[in-house]
């Protein structure tokens, strides 16, 4: 039985051990990585074009989504069957839509004024 006691004694040392002799090899076998020096600056031009592109994504995104809005509120007030609820609901889809397009529409304006602070 003192045996038993003497080797549960001795299991946490060897396992670190063990772990640590594991640690060394793979620090012993590493090979050091060597990172290519890359000097991209930018992928685009100029402001301009970077003004422009965040223009386009603005336009695109919030066109999108007043489509989706749009469609929200085709199918509400179609499927209503007079709900009073399901209507405002459709209305309230509808206006969302309203919105999203004006502001679809309005994006390039905006985009040059933030241009006349740049400086672009």
Not at 25 to 50: K, M
Not at 65 to 94: N, Q, Y
């Amino acid at each position: 039985m003192s045996d038993r006691r003497c080797d549960r004694a001795r299991w946490p040392r060897r396992f670190l051990f063990g772990c640590q002799l594991l640690v060394l090899a793979f620090v012993l076998t590493a090979s050091s990585a060597q990172a290519e020096t890359v000097h991209t600056v930018a992928l685009v031009a100029s402001v301009d074009q970077v003004l422009t592109n965040i223009r386009n994504w603005i336009m695109g995104i919030l066109a999108a989504l007043a489509t989706v809005f749009l469609s929200i509120a085709f199918v509400r007030r179609m499927t209503g069957a007079g709900d009073p609820g399901e209507i405002e609901k459709a209305k309230t889809a509808f206006r969302s839509a309203c919105w999203g397009y004006l502001g679809a529409l309005l994006t390039p304006l905006v985009i040059e004024v933030l241009k006349g602070f740049v400086g672009a």
